[in-house]
């Protein structure tokens, strides 16, 4: 909490002045982490035209406050500290002091509900709670909330990792801020703002969506039905459902057990559709751009099941547009790293079946070319078949901080499973050729490599015979397509018996070396070999 001391000079009381209370956003707050060795900006409001300064760690820092009350300075931050500081602002007679301030290594932890799945869920949670006494790492919580406009605040607050701590942390982002303590022994500070079940368009800017067709068309669609939205019609029309669902579940309470159907969901109340959860930067409003400027080392993003449906805008078009659009708000090219979608639903059993949580994974790994200083934890053998939600929280994490400490702390490790490189046609047989197979490829159960698929000119997919030759070669071949121009690997919701990994254990990702248009319609990019250079 912040602590307050306001002291009042007599005679300061003119009626032509006028006056603010000094204040900062919430995330500005006791036992919050700041960004190490950086100029870390500072933000509030106070008095108009009044000086403000902070104090911390014997840094000084000054500014003076707009005519709209607004001030913004940074503060040098130094080396990474565990000791806990305090930091100090001050205007007028006003004064704010944020206590245990820690210095290390931030970042912003976003997306869908398997970013918000909590460690109370996890799979590890009573092996990490035992051990979960690690006042070095912190994690703010924002608040699910919506709104029309770009805020500056949200509600939420930082807290210290500890065993009463834990169960409401982020697991993914937990798991993520231990491995990178363990390894850099320095604070690590976890911004939390993810909401289930919402696209990647809420998480972007209306401004930034109306630069790509596809995402201009929703953004369009949402402000026409907020012009027409009536919220007297809206009321009466939701009161009408909400008393026939009443009068619905008071019937189904008088019928026998044996013979009650499952109750439909209780009706939500009406929202603006401009300030309804989901909707093209509503979320970007409310949950985004109120950090907007805190320094950080980068984010980690775990999303995309809520766009895995077919006719949806291409994943490796609006995941890089938001990008992009943090990026240019944050005035800063911060890393990126994201969690590709995990095996989900039955398993197929036949070749060439269309998939659309297939084409989004692949889409994700074809942002690894587009986008710098992105990366991309591959999970494809963590996931439930009857689950969108796996367990498994400590993979992903740990694997995304691989990413991370190989890119932006210069560890030297393998720090991706074996990513597709290019393919080259050689007779009957097609030779594929990836990154990061560390020491060197192999199947995970030590049985013959499965699930690869290879087609000739008719398109036709059939189970493929590979093996490995060299360190990062796979031979593929089927005695069906003795002409064979394409190959896939893993191409299904859930591929189960795909078996390729690195030296380090870690699972290929899904691929395909053709530009079929097969599952949804949509346009995807000519296949092409990689420009990773990784």
């Given amino acids: 909490m912040h602590r307050f001391v306001l002291v009042l000079a007599l005679g300061l009381t003119c009626p032509a002045v006028a006056f603010a209370e000094l204040s900062v956003p919430r995330f500005f707050s006791d036992h919050m982490v700041l960004q190490r060795e950086r100029s870390a900006p500072i933000w509030g409001t106070a008095t108009p035209g009044a000086d403000v300064t902070l104090d911390f760690n014997g840094t000084t820092a000054t500014t003076k406050a707009d005519a709209a009350g607004k001030w913004r300075v940074g503060i040098q931050t130094g080396a990474a500290d565990a000791s806990g500081s305090t930091l100090t602002i001050r205007s007028g007679g006003e004064t704010i002091k944020i206590d245990d301030v820690l210095i290390g290594e931030v970042w912003f932890a976003s997306g869908q509900s398997n970013m918000a799945f909590t460690m109370r869920g996890a799979a590890s949670y009573d092996a990490a709670r035992a051990e979960s006494d690690l006042p070095a790492i912190r994690m703010f919580n924002a608040a699910a909330t919506t709104a029309v406009e770009p805020q500056d605040d949200i509600a939420g607050q930082w807290s210290v990792c500890s065993p009463d701590t834990l169960a409401s ?260 047989a097609i030779r594929v050729t990836f990154d990061q197979a560390g020491e060197g490829l192999k199947s995970r159960d030590g049985e013959a490599l499965k699930r690869f698929e290879i087609a000739g000119k008719d398109q036709q997919w059939h189970w493929a015979d590979a093996k490995t030759v060299g360190k990062d070669t796979v031979l593929v071949s089927s005695d069906e397509v003795p002409a064979p121009v394409a190959v896939r690997y893993a191409w299904a919701s859930n591929p189960e018996g795909a078996n390729l990994v690195n030296s380090e254990g870690l699972p290929a990702s899904v691929f395909r070396s053709d530009d079929w248009d097969d599952v949804t319609g949509s346009a995807r990019p000519s296949a092409r070999k990689t420009t990773r250079g990784r």
Avoid: C
């Fill in 169 to 428: 942390y982020s697991a993914v982002a937990f798991f993520f801020a231990r491995k990178l303590h363990q390894e850099l022994d320095v604070p690590v500070g976890v911004i939390k703002s993810a909401w289930g079940g919402k696209p990647v368009e809420t998480f972007t800017s209306r401004q930034a969506l109306e630069t790509l067709p596809g995402t201009k068309r929703l953004v369009d669609a949402v402000i026409k039905a907020d012009k027409a939205y009536d919220p007297e019609k809206a009321k009466v029309a939701y009161q009408a459902r909400l008393d026939q669902w009443q009068a619905d579940a008071a019937e189904r309470r008088n019928r026998p057990n044996e013979q009650r159907a499952r109750a439909p969901r209780k009706p939500t109340p009406p929202k603006r559709p401009l300030n309804t959860e989901g909707k093209p930067g509503v979320l970007f409003n409310a949950m985004i751009h109120p950090f907007v400027g805190y320094a950080m080392r980068g984010a980690i993003w775990y999303q995309g099941e809520a766009n895995a449906k077919p006719g949806a805008v291409p994943y490796d078009q609006t995941l890089p547009l938001m990008i992009r659009d943090w990026r240019q708000r944050w005035d800063d090219e911060f890393s990126f790293y994201y969690v590709q979608l995990a095996n989900f639903r039955g398993a197929s059993t036949e070749p060439g079946t269309p998939d659309p949580w297939a084409l989004l994974q692949d889409r994700m790994r074809l942002i690894l070319d587009t986008t710098p200083k992105t990366g991309m934890a591959i999970i494809n053998d963590v996931g439930a078949a009857g689950d969108i939600h796996p367990k498994n929280k400590k993979d992903p994490g740990e694997r995304l901080a691989r990413w991370a400490l190989a890119k932006d702390y210069g560890r030297d490790l393998v720090y991706s499973g074996p990513l597709y490189r290019d393919s080259k046609i050689e007779g009957n």
